[in-house]
């Protein structure tokens, strides 16, 4: 009987089951897989979990998906000692080293696929394949270089050995250097194979009924056996593990075998529908595959409770009957048996008749051990038979008063006390500011005041005065939470971070240096080695033995990313059970293991990836081998991530190139670097990682790749900088020459300049006298008439004309010799002046012999200005040429218009038109030859070529003729 007890314990200490579920993150396409089914998973050297579908293969790094091979099956992934990550599909096998995925070689139904140092192995049914690269380097075939068929195979990598074992031969073999070698001969029938645990020790399994023996090959020693029934484990013997731990697969039941403890875990996957394939990360974290994605079960300290059974649970108490006692809001009061996890309602009255629904935080226990609940109406006090109400309106804490043996509970702008008798007493804060709302948390100091927090502040309540007063010097957003700790020390939190009282010099501190951003809901100690903190979305584990002993301040947060997954931590709502906490939350309760919490950062590593965009290799990140930069470039375009599966918050980096920058970068979430203009020489860039959100973690993992730049001596960045004395020195003996050359073509530009003036004041002398001609013979048509007065009004009108003429002549000058815009004539004196002319050019005849009209579409075009003497002898040639030779009366419009880009006028008669006016000069007589139009068209070629945009455009028209002239800006 002795004997089956202690095989009963054995049993029981080596199949650990948790009660428990592990808390899990569920990956699927949604996440970045592509495709739900998963195959194969894998963690190679540098830490990268490799998951292989039925449709592709990614890579993550713990934030990132990076998809290879698409739509192809994947069955199998292994690493060789060089970090390369082999890919096994149904028929081909691929190698990834960093930067590309190479095929290596095709095959069909192959037994297995072996990864080896440089070179792996494919088993088929007769024969054994050695490759290198994409090259077959041996084959050994049955029949002729070995009898039989091989059954097992394993390669041992510190040996560069493989094993193999054949049916119906109780032999090892090994293959090295090319050569067969028989290694170990056995008697008897049992069924043997080789295998190679986590490819570092070789191990001789032997079936035995259903019974699993694995041992040394030499000595037949037993490491480990695994008893089974109906292919069911029933336990697991554990003498001598030759590797620090191993992963043993039965079916869809895993079971961690531990080398220290010699003991098992089976893990509990029953909410993975068929997980296979699975493995152990380097946190000892479970990865499964399963038709229903890739999971990542944390192995923290961590557990939740399903939420079928606790969910919504807003606070938690253990009851002296040694059962828990959970209030769910809106629902009701239960029991909870934590060990078959079923819960039984406990009825409380509530208002109108109904049973109590309404609960909130905070439940407490007075010193007969009785429970007490606050709700919205008061409070439920539980004896273990009987629940009876209180109607003392809300409650949101409730706390025992070891001071005056009473249970203190809060109400609106005070507090309320009921004993053992049920007599209750209300204390009020008449002023209403010092506990302007409901207490929210509640707690004692050395002498037995109480410490009171609300949304607005932190009140003490003397009991000795018998008063309110507000403590200053505290949070300043309101206290939701107040603990104290097994030194008489305050710790309280609210919206404004975790705060520290010291009781004995009496001095607030924030103490979490604004890594606590969300509203704190709970704190509670475990004497004075944890503080536990916990807010709207996750929990902070406090090392308190090290803030007491050095000041530190040591922080380790949990949250969705490494396995808490609850969220809205209810309200003071934490539980302490020895060394279990249990923390209740408005989704499920998670239990924290406080005795397996520590301040060791899970693992995670930081990988230079990438070098100007190709990826770098892994045997150059494990071997640290220099990188020689292809010749002439001297740019480098780095990436960089983080590796780790465990992190509660996204990485910082920072980073710097040896030989160029004198410190490190400021810490970044920027996964880049970027160099330019670098010269020849060694360098060696370092990037360093830490979890965000937390600068007081002190533990930093660095990458750093060594490069070399070889440049052409003229690409060197200092090249121009050694010939800069040489070229200032050219440019010396170059400047008198250049300065004079310069002088000499300004010189020549001056004189072009004056040229061109010379020209065309030489246009605008011939253009006077013309003008003049035909004012003086409209005057004397006057006098010939027997006009006088007429002449002589004409005459003060070619007086002011002849002035204004003059006027626009020398600008006109100026504007040839390049002088601002107030050389040039506005539009309204232009006006005026054609004005003048078209009124002294209708005297010359006895009978009216035309009309005109002058136009400005808008009053702005008044003050615009334009080269002076352009359309004078435009408007001269339509009277002359085009309406004097007419034999009605005629019409002169002159239109001036708006552009964007400009000034427009536009000249339009109803004359004879070019045509017949071209005629009539063929047939009369010349008394002299006309040269205004081409005078003037000269002249804007001239002014064409001092930058001016002056454009004419003749149109003729049924009637007559249109001349547009444009003076674009």
Same mark, same amino acid.
């Given at each position: 009987m002795r004997r089956i007890c202690l095989i009963m314990f054995l049993i029981f200490l080596t199949l650990s089951v948790f009660a428990q579920q592990r808390p899990y993150i569920n990956y699927t396409t949604h996440s970045g897989l592509p495709q739900i089914q998963v195959r194969a998973i894998h963690q190679d050297h540098l830490g990268y979990i490799w998951v292989g579908t039925k449709s592709g293969l990614v890579k993550f790094n713990g934030e990132e998906f990076e998809n290879y091979l698409p739509n192809k099956s994947i069955y199998e992934i292994e690493s060789d000692s060089k970090g390369r990550v082999y890919v096994k599909t149904y028929d081909q096998l691929y190698r990834f080293d960093g930067r590309d995925m190479l095929?290596?070689?095709?095959?069909?139904?192959?037994?297995?696929?072996?990864?080896?140092?440089?070179?792996?192995?494919?088993?088929?049914?007769?024969?054994?394949?050695?490759?290198?690269?994409?090259?077959?380097?041996?084959?050994?075939?049955?029949?002729?270089?070995?009898?039989?068929?091989?059954?097992?195979?394993?390669?041992?990598?510190?040996?560069?050995?493989?094993?193999?074992?054949?049916?119906?031969?109780?032999?090892?073999?090994?293959?090295?250097?090319?050569?067969?070698?028989?290694?170990?001969?056995?008697?008897?029938?049992?069924?043997?194979?080789?295998?190679?645990?986590?490819?570092?020790?070789?191990?001789?399994?032997?079936?035995?009924?259903?019974?699993?023996?694995?041992?040394?090959?030499?000595?037949?020693?037993?490491?480990?056996?695994?008893?089974?029934?109906n292919n069911r484990v029933d336990s697991i013997k554990i003498n001598h593990l030759p590797v620090k731990d191993y992963l043993y697969v039965n079916d869809y039941s895993f079971y961690r075998l531990d080398s220290v403890t010699k003991s098992s875990t089976k893990f509990n996957l029953d909410f993975i529908k068929a997980p296979y394939p699975a493995i152990l990360d380097r946190d000892n974290n479970i990865w499964s595959g399963s038709d229903n994605g890739l999971y990542q079960i944390f192995n923290g300290p961590i557990s939740n409770f399903p939420r079928s059974f606790m969910n919504d649970i807003w606070t938690m108490i253990k009851g002296d009957d040694g059962h828990f006692y959970g209030a769910v809001y809106k629902d009701a009061l239960y029991r909870l048996d934590?060990?078959?996890?079923?819960?039984?309602?406990?009825?409380?009255?509530?208002?109108?008749?109904?049973?109590?629904?309404?609960?909130?935080?905070?439940?407490?226990?007075?010193?007969?051990?009785?429970l007490y609940f606050p709700t919205h109406y008061g409070l439920v006090k539980y004896n273990y038979k009987n629940t009876k109400k209180f109607d003392t309106g809300i409650s949101l804490i409730t706390k025992y008063d070891s001071v005056s043996n009473r249970i203190i509970f809060g109400?609106?702008?005070?507090?309320?006390?009921?004993?053992?008798?049920?007599?209750?007493?209300?204390l009020i804060d008449s002023s209403k500011q010092l506990v302007p709302s409901h207490p929210k948390a509640i707690d004692f100091d050395e002498e037995g005041n109480i410490w009171i927090g609300t949304n607005g502040c932190l009140t003490k309540y003397d009991r000795k005065k018998k008063c309110f007063s507000k403590i200053e010097g505290g949070p300043k957003y309101g206290v939701f939470?107040?603990?104290?700790?097994?030194?008489?020390?305050?710790?309280?939190?609210?919206?404004?971070?975790?705060?520290?009282?010291?009781?004995?010099?009496?001095?607030?501190?924030?103490?979490?240096?604004?890594?606590?951003?969300?509203?704190?809901?709970?704190?509670?100690?475990?004497?004075?080695?944890?503080?536990?903190?916990?807010?709207?979305?996750?929990?902070?584990?406090?090392?308190?033995?090290?803030?007491?002993?050095?000041?530190?301040?040591?922080?380790?947060?949990?949250n969705f990313r490494n396995g808490f997954l609850s969220e809205e931590v209810c309200q003071n709502g934490f539980l302490l059970d020895k060394d279990l906490l249990y923390v209740p939350s408005t989704t499920c309760t998670s239990v924290i293991d406080l005795d397996k919490v520590n301040f060791d950062t899970d693992f995670y590593d930081v990988r230079i990836t990438s070098l100007n965009d190709k990826g770098i290799i892994y045997s150059d990140t494990i071997s640290r081998s220099e990188i020689c930069?292809?010749?002439?470039?001297?740019?480098?375009?780095?990436?960089?991530?983080?590796?780790?599966?465990?992190?509660?918050?996204?990485?910082?980096?920072?980073?710097? +190139?040896?030989? $160029?920058?004198?410190?490190? %970068?400021?810490?970044?979430?920027? =996964?880049?670097?970027? &160099?330019?203009?670098?010269? @020849?020489?060694?360098?060696?860039?370092?990037?360093?990682?830490?979890?965000?959100?937390?600068?007081?973690?002190?533990?930093?993992?660095?990458?750093h790749l060594h490069l070399k730049i070889s440049l052409p001596f003229y690409k060197e960045p200092r090249f121009y900088q050694h010939t800069l004395i040489g070229f200032v020195i050219l440019v010396l003996i170059l400047g008198f020459f250049v300065h004079s050359r310069i002088h000499i073509k300004m010189k020549m530009l001056d004189r072009e300049r004056k040229i061109k003036f010379l020209e065309i004041a030489t246009l605008q002398a011939q253009l006077n006298p013309?003008?003049?001609?035909?004012? +003086?013979?409209? $005057?004397?048509?006057?006098? %010939?008439?027997?006009?006088?007065? =007429?002449?002589?009004? &004409?005459?003060?009108?070619? @007086?002011?004309?002849?002035?204004?003429?003059?006027?626009?002549?020398?600008?006109?000058?100026?504007?040839?010799?390049?002088?601002?815009?107030?050389?040039?004539?506005?539009?309204?004196?232009?006006?005026?002046?054609?004005?003048?002319?078209?009124?002294?050019?209708?005297?010359?005849?006895?009978?009216?012999?035309?009309?005109?009209?002058?136009?400005?579409?808008s009053d702005d075009l008044q003050n615009k200005t334009i080269p002076p003497m352009i359309l004078q002898p435009l408007v001269e040639n339509a009277i002359k040429h085009g309406l004097e030779p007419g034999e009605k009366i005629g019409f002169l419009q002159i239109r001036f218009s708006d552009r964007e880009d400009g000034v427009e006028c536009m000249i339009r008669d109803n004359g004879i038109g070019r045509e017949r006016s071209q005629q009539n000069k063929k047939d009369s007589i010349k008394l002299y030859q006309s040269r205004g139009l081409e005078l003037i068209n000269k002249k804007i070629e001239i002014l064409n070529d001092l930058d001016y945009k002056i454009k004419i455009e003749y149109k003729d028209l049924d009637e007559g003729t249109e001349v547009r002239v444009t003076f674009t800006n």
């Amino acid at each position: 009987m002795r004997r089956i007890c202690l095989i009963m314990f054995l049993i029981f200490l080596t199949l650990s089951v948790f009660a428990q579920q592990r808390p899990y993150i569920n990956y699927t396409t949604h996440s970045g897989l592509p495709q739900i089914q998963v195959r194969a998973i894998h963690q190679d050297h540098l830490g990268y979990i490799w998951v292989g579908t039925k449709s592709g293969l990614v890579k993550f790094n713990g934030e990132e998906f990076e998809n290879y091979l698409p739509n192809k099956s994947i069955y199998e992934i292994e690493s060789d000692s060089k970090g390369r990550v082999y890919v096994k599909t149904y028929d081909q096998l691929y190698r990834f080293d960093g930067r590309d995925m190479l095929l290596l070689t095709g095959f069909k139904n192959p037994a297995a696929v072996i990864i080896g140092n440089e070179e792996y192995w494919i088993l088929s049914e007769n024969c054994l394949f050695q490759y290198r690269d994409t090259a077959e380097i041996q084959r050994y075939v049955s029949d002729v270089d070995f009898k039989g068929v091989i059954n097992s195979v394993a390669y041992v990598k510190d040996k560069a050995r493989m094993y193999f074992t054949m049916q119906d031969l109780n032999q090892i073999f090994s293959i090295a250097d090319g050569k067969i070698e028989r290694e170990i001969k056995f008697e008897g029938s049992v069924k043997r194979k080789v295998l190679a645990l986590k490819g570092e020790e070789i191990v001789l399994v032997e079936e035995e009924n259903e019974n699993i023996h694995y041992l040394n090959p030499v000595d037949k020693s037993n490491y480990f056996s695994v008893y089974r029934t109906n292919n069911r484990v029933d336990s697991i013997k554990i003498n001598h593990l030759p590797v620090k731990d191993y992963l043993y697969v039965n079916d869809y039941s895993f079971y961690r075998l531990d080398s220290v403890t010699k003991s098992s875990t089976k893990f509990n996957l029953d909410f993975i529908k068929a997980p296979y394939p699975a493995i152990l990360d380097r946190d000892n974290n479970i990865w499964s595959g399963s038709d229903n994605g890739l999971y990542q079960i944390f192995n923290g300290p961590i557990s939740n409770f399903p939420r079928s059974f606790m969910n919504d649970i807003w606070t938690m108490i253990k009851g002296d009957d040694g059962h828990f006692y959970g209030a769910v809001y809106k629902d009701a009061l239960y029991r909870l048996d934590m060990k078959s996890q079923t819960k039984e309602e406990i009825l409380a009255p509530g208002p109108f008749h109904r049973k109590e629904t309404d609960y909130y935080y905070g439940a407490s226990k007075d010193k007969k051990g009785f429970l007490y609940f606050p709700t919205h109406y008061g409070l439920v006090k539980y004896n273990y038979k009987n629940t009876k109400k209180f109607d003392t309106g809300i409650s949101l804490i409730t706390k025992y008063d070891s001071v005056s043996n009473r249970i203190i509970f809060g109400q609106m702008n005070g507090l309320g006390f009921i004993d053992e008798k049920e007599n209750i007493e209300i204390l009020i804060d008449s002023s209403k500011q010092l506990v302007p709302s409901h207490p929210k948390a509640i707690d004692f100091d050395e002498e037995g005041n109480i410490w009171i927090g609300t949304n607005g502040c932190l009140t003490k309540y003397d009991r000795k005065k018998k008063c309110f007063s507000k403590i200053e010097g505290g949070p300043k957003y309101g206290v939701f939470s107040i603990h104290k700790d097994v030194k008489g020390n305050f710790w309280m939190g609210g919206k404004d971070g975790l705060w520290f009282y010291n009781s004995q010099n009496e001095e607030f501190r924030r103490v979490d240096d604004g890594i606590i951003e969300n509203n704190i809901a709970g704190i509670i100690s475990k004497s004075d080695e944890l503080l536990i903190v916990g807010t709207s979305l996750e929990v902070f584990a406090m090392d308190l033995a090290s803030f007491y002993s050095k000041g530190n301040i040591r922080m380790k947060l949990f949250n969705f990313r490494n396995g808490f997954l609850s969220e809205e931590v209810c309200q003071n709502g934490f539980l302490l059970d020895k060394d279990l906490l249990y923390v209740p939350s408005t989704t499920c309760t998670s239990v924290i293991d406080l005795d397996k919490v520590n301040f060791d950062t899970d693992f995670y590593d930081v990988r230079i990836t990438s070098l100007n965009d190709k990826g770098i290799i892994y045997s150059d990140t494990i071997s640290r081998s220099e990188i020689c930069m292809e010749n002439g470039c001297n740019e480098l375009d780095l990436s960089f991530e983080a590796i780790g599966f465990g992190l509660p918050t996204n990485p910082m980096f920072k980073y710097k +190139l040896d030989g $160029v920058d004198k410190t490190w %970068s400021d810490w970044t979430k920027k =996964k880049y670097a970027n &160099y330019r203009n670098l010269a @020849s020489g060694n360098y060696c860039f370092h990037v360093m990682a830490r979890p965000g959100g937390n600068p007081n973690v002190t533990t930093q993992k660095e990458d750093h790749l060594h490069l070399k730049i070889s440049l052409p001596f003229y690409k060197e960045p200092r090249f121009y900088q050694h010939t800069l004395i040489g070229f200032v020195i050219l440019v010396l003996i170059l400047g008198f020459f250049v300065h004079s050359r310069i002088h000499i073509k300004m010189k020549m530009l001056d004189r072009e300049r004056k040229i061109k003036f010379l020209e065309i004041a030489t246009l605008q002398a011939q253009l006077n006298p013309h003008f003049v001609f035909n004012i +003086l013979s409209s $005057v004397q048509n006057l006098i %010939s008439l027997h006009k006088p007065e =007429k002449a002589n009004e &004409y005459l003060i009108k070619f @007086s002011r004309l002849i002035r204004a003429y003059m006027e626009a002549s020398i600008k006109s000058s100026k504007v040839l010799l390049g002088a601002s815009v107030s050389s040039e004539i506005t539009i309204k004196e232009e006006v005026d002046l054609l004005q003048m002319y078209i009124e002294l050019e209708q005297v010359k005849h006895k009978e009216r012999k035309f009309d005109f009209e002058v136009k400005l579409d808008s009053d702005d075009l008044q003050n615009k200005t334009i080269p002076p003497m352009i359309l004078q002898p435009l408007v001269e040639n339509a009277i002359k040429h085009g309406l004097e030779p007419g034999e009605k009366i005629g019409f002169l419009q002159i239109r001036f218009s708006d552009r964007e880009d400009g000034v427009e006028c536009m000249i339009r008669d109803n004359g004879i038109g070019r045509e017949r006016s071209q005629q009539n000069k063929k047939d009369s007589i010349k008394l002299y030859q006309s040269r205004g139009l081409e005078l003037i068209n000269k002249k804007i070629e001239i002014l064409n070529d001092l930058d001016y945009k002056i454009k004419i455009e003749y149109k003729d028209l049924d009637e007559g003729t249109e001349v547009r002239v444009t003076f674009t800006n």
